[in-house]
């Protein structure tokens, strides 16, 4: 008896010892892995953005109530990358109210002192316009249980809004902020950059680039050198430089520049690609960045001369971009990362099987010469748009997503393993 009730004790701590192992391993094999829903099912949960500063990752989104606005609130979680998992969920209770919108979501940042910064937008009392807000931001110190007063971001009375914003984790260890602003001399809008102090207060806040369509995302992107990148769908009327001389009707193409010394001065904007898109009002899809280790790599959407969808390109020593690579006709709303000297881009792609119309996930793996190779992420036959994804390592990526195929959309997650990719 004594020697099965051993044997029964072995064989638990060897089953124990397994299942241990097998929850440690961060092997996972490419694409079969489980599609993870992160928010609750009977919530409307939008707008999902991913921030890594090197030693965290974070996911922020937008509870949305279908009812009353007013309620919106700014959700947010720690991804646990030793378990690849997400943590505890928190609220932003300041946020309360905030606009959603997926292209210029709420941003949650957080320094490398462990400050969490979060950056949202609420509708002007006194603006009659329909999209018209104003930014504003709160800081915690201890991970998010507790939170300092709402701030405003722009004091200045002359800047009727400001929309369209980016956050990302600068070399001084302070957090660089972008986004565009009413104050323009001109059609469209003006973009701006500040960065936060020791006081955790944006400040510096200074024009960087003038005459940006109106209703697109923005990037700003700092390499591992600390050269921050800044991108934009620009507004070239007809009477401006870059305007191609046909018709009467604006372009808007995607644009550039940098800042080699941490913000204080940004070079002129340059064109990553005259696609001399002429077009009336806003296409809602913005540019994104990535730098290789050799050279900065641009993946955007335009619809210039019947050749709608995806292209990429890489920059030049002398900062000109290379003729553009097509990458997706039917591709939307692109971000990208690199890994290991590749790019990788997920955007929606739209396609019908049986006359019916899907919207799916995919990740792309681009070459610097612009070959590329696509995989779907998402379930088929689903309806998913606005993918974000960040790196967790040398051979891990988390991507993340919105599901509308239920009443209420959710935010959904998978991790990749690019090891295992052919």
């Not at 490398?112 to 910064?117: E, L, N, Q, S």
């Not at 899907?358 to 309806?383: C, F, M, R, W």
Request: proline share 4%; net charge positive.
């Amino acid at each position: 008896m004594k020697k099965i009730f051993l044997l029964i004790i072995i064989i638990a701590l060897a089953s124990c010892r397994q299942s241990k192992n097998k929850n440690s391993d961060k092997s996972v094999s490419p694409l079969k892995d489980s599609i993870h829903i992160l928010t609750k099912n009977d919530k409307n949960s939008e707008a999902p953005f991913l921030f890594n500063n090197g030693n965290t990752i974070l996911i922020n989104w937008t509870e949305r109530d279908e009812h009353n606005k007013k309620q919106n609130l700014l959700k947010f979680a720690v991804f646990d990358s030793k378990n690849l998992q997400f943590d505890s969920i928190f609220t932003v209770p300041a946020s309360k109210g905030l606009q959603m919108h997926a292209e210029s979501m709420a941003k949650v940042g957080i320094k490398k002192d462990g400050t969490i910064i979060a950056v949202y937008r609420k509708k002007s009392v006194n603006d009659r316009s329909r999209f018209g807000g104003h930014l504003y931001y709160v800081s915690s110190n201890d991970a998010g249980k507790t939170w300092r007063t709402e701030t405003k971001l722009v004091k200045d009375s002359t800047s009727t809004s400001q929309s369209f914003y980016d956050i990302a984790d600068l070399p001084n260890r302070e957090l660089g902020l972008i986004w565009l602003d009413s104050r323009s001399k001109r059609r469209g809008k003006t973009l701006y950059y500040a960065e936060t102090n020791n006081t955790n207060k944006f400040n510096k806040q200074t024009p960087v680039a003038f005459s940006t369509c109106e209703c697109c995302r923005t990037e700003i992107y700092v390499d591992n050198r600390g050269i921050i990148h800044l991108a934009y769908r620009n507004l070239i009327e007809p009477d401006e430089d870059g305007f191609d001389g046909y018709g009467k009707t604006e372009i808007r193409d995607m644009y550039y520049l940098q800042s080699k010394d941490t913000g204080r001065h940004f070079t002129k904007p340059l064109p990553i690609s005259r696609d001399n898109w002429h077009i009336y009002g806003c296409p809602h899809t913005g540019p994104s960045l990535a730098y290789n280790g050799k050279q900065l790599g641009a993946i955007w959407f335009t619809g210039a001369h019947q050749q709608s969808g995806l292209f990429f390109t890489t920059q030049t020593d002398s900062l000109d971009f290379l003729p553009r690579k097509p990458i997706s006709v039917e591709g939307r709303h692109p971000q990208m990362i690199e890994q290991n000297g590749k790019f990788y881009a997920v955007y929606e792609e739209y396609y019908e099987d049986n006359n019916k119309g899907y919207y799916k996930i995919i990740l792309d793996v681009i070459q610097e010469n612009g070959t590329h190779q696509a995989y779907e992420i998402s379930n088929p036959k689903t309806n998913n748009n606005h993918a974000v994804l960040t790196r967790i390592d040398d051979h891990l990526i988390l991507i993340a997503w919105v599901n509308t195929d239920t009443r209420h959309p959710k935010i959904m997650y998978k991790i990749v393993d690019t090891s295992k990719l052919q």
